[in-house]
């Protein structure tokens, strides 16, 4: 276990890096911390399923997502992530979801999911109530 929470940080110091490669200072001062977090809960073993390029552009495909809504307000896209127009890519459907802290809706909409023979591929939690002015 210990050897995948090292390889969880190693990449999240290449995404670090990729940040501070690709974008302009001022947002990779911002996303720096926003990855730290955002990787976290993570579980390392999904984590090193995917390459950096990758898990960069789910980072910053989210965080611009995050900063289309508004306060109180929930948001959910579902999309098949192509490099070209979302800057990266994955062979499964994406379903992401921004709300204010609601306890178990992520486990609602997993349970909703079931029945119609949907799996939930990786699951990368990341609460980020109470730091939303971190992230203006």
């Known amino acids: 276990m210990r050897r995948q929470e090292e390889a969880r940080e190693e990449l999240t110091q290449r995404v670090i ?13 911002l996303l720096t911390i926003f990855v730290k977090q955002y990787y976290l809960s993570a579980a390392p073993e999904d984590l090193l399923e995917l390459k950096v390029i990758d898990l960069f552009g789910a980072l910053v495909s989210h965080w611009h997502f995050i900063h289309q809504r508004k306060p109180q307000e929930a948001k959910v896209r579902v999309y098949n992530p192509q490099y070209e127009q979302h800057g990266w890519q994955s062979t499964h459907t994406v379903i992401e979801v921004i709300y ?3 306890p178990f809706l992520i486990e609602s909409i997993r349970m909703g999911l079931s029945p119609i ?10 609460w980020l109530a109470k730091r939303r002015c ?3």
């Open 134 to 136: 971190l992230l203006k």
């Open 17 to 29: 890096a990729l940040v501070n490669e690709k974008l302009p200072k001022e947002e990779a001062k």
């Open 117 to 126: 023979y949907l799996r939930i591929m990786k699951k990368i939690p990341t």
């Open 100 to 102: 204010e802290h609601k």
